[in-house]
């Protein structure tokens, strides 16, 4: 039987998590803490359930605070730093595709420091350009544009190679940046493509699917994880859940179950987590209790992932050989408890009257 998969959380699921109609967040008491308290909260709390937490670099983790974190974290690990330059106005036009040089440079100056960081503590180093977009039509040249992202992203790679670290790009179609550049799983592939092409080994550079991400696309989660297993590029997954129009970070399977739950058997079918791949979940609880939102969240996906445990994989096997949708969902649903006893009592249940 297939162990568990690994999991991890973002720390931004528990500070005061606002919005543009409420800016000081519906969390204010987060506002006092400083990071290590923040941490030192949150693993008291969940304790063994979760196994470790994603930080972005610079703000919530740093050279100056790394230390601390680090000893309020444990037992748990830092399993990913990601880069958080997009909350930075400094970088309001982007940071590696900034029209000023002198802020492009930083920002890939930034993104090694990043990279040392994960270094130090063995983490994987996580790239959401976010910024890295535009807002109108005409506002940029695209080809120059994208010639500057490809040869930061690939620069960074580079540096990540020399220092034995991960690198996953995550994409996103919108926010903050209203027109993201690596805005689907596709433009994902092709900039590890084009890092390739400028002669960077890529073999330590995957994706990070972002389950939301991938349905406000209406990309389908099982079917894009089964391509990127197969590429040997699905390197994370950030687990979480929405209605599909926005990034709503809800818990996992909120919504999309059925697609959630396609996604959990395609990872098992692929051995996820065979070689310490996680799942991490990227969780905004507005105005929800965070700690409970998280905990919540884990057993929704344990759940779900055990769910996937029960399907007759070998009989769906070749219902699919045969593109079979009705066996195919005659299996599933006896997976969930959809078995001949509920059905007679279907049947039972028209012949009462």
């Known amino acids: 039987m297939q162990s568990r998969v690994k999991n991890s959380v973002g720390i931004w699921a528990f500070g005061h998590n ?55 974290l444990r037992p748990a690990d830092l399993y990913a730093v990601a880069l958080g330059l997009f909350s930075d106005p400094r970088y309001a036009k982007g940071s590696f595709i900034n029209p000023d040089p002198a802020v492009r440079k930083e920002s890939v100056e930034i993104a090694k420091r990043g990279v040392d960081l994960a270094s130090s503590v063995g983490a994987k180093f996580i790239i ?88 406000m696309n209406g990309e389908p989660l099982a079917e894009y994880a089964a391509l990127l297993a197969k590429e040997n590029l699905l390197g994370h997954n950030h687990g979480n859940s929405g209605w599909g129009t926005f990034d709503d970070d809800n ?65 769906l096997a070749r219902a699919q050989e045969a593109h079979d949708a009705v066996g195919a969902s005659r299996i599933v649903f006896r997976a969930m408890g959809l078995g001949d006893e509920f059905v007679k009592s279907v049947h039972a249940s028209r012949n009462r009257g």
């Not at 204010?28 to 803490?33: K, L, M, W």
């Not at 620069?155 to 220092?163: L, S, W």
């Open 251 to 315: 818990m996992v399977g909120s919504s999309f179950f059925m697609q959630t739950l396609e996604l959990a058997l395609e990872l098992r079918r692929n051995g996820y987590g065979s070689n310490g791949e996680r799942v991490g979940f990227d969780l905004f609880p507005y105005t929800e209790d965070q700690i409970e939102a998280v905990r919540q969240n884990v057993y929704q996906w344990e759940f779900i992932d055990s769910l996937a445990a029960k399907i007759d994989s070998d009989t």
């Open 128 to 215: 959401w350009p976010g910024g890295e977009g535009y807002n109108y039509s005409f506002q940029i040249r695209y080809g120059q544009v994208w010639d500057r992202f490809v040869s930061a992203i690939a620069e960074i790679v580079a540096h990540a190679n020399e220092r034995g670290v991960v690198v996953l790009l995550e994409h996103k179609n919108s926010e903050p940046a209203m027109r993201i550049l690596m805005r689907d799983i596709g433009m994902t592939m092709f900039v590890i493509r084009k890092v390739r092409e400028l002669g960077v080994n890529t073999d330590n550079l995957k994706i990070n699917m972002d389950w939301q991400h991938l349905i």
């Open 18 to 72: 606002a919005t543009r109609f409420m800016p000081s967040g519906y969390h204010p008491e987060a506002h006092a803490e400083s990071m290590p308290d923040r941490v030192r909260r949150v693993v008291d709390s969940l304790g063994d359930l979760v196994d470790g937490y994603e930080f972005h670099y610079p703000g919530e983790v740093n050279e100056s605070t790394i230390e601390r974190v680090m000893d309020v």
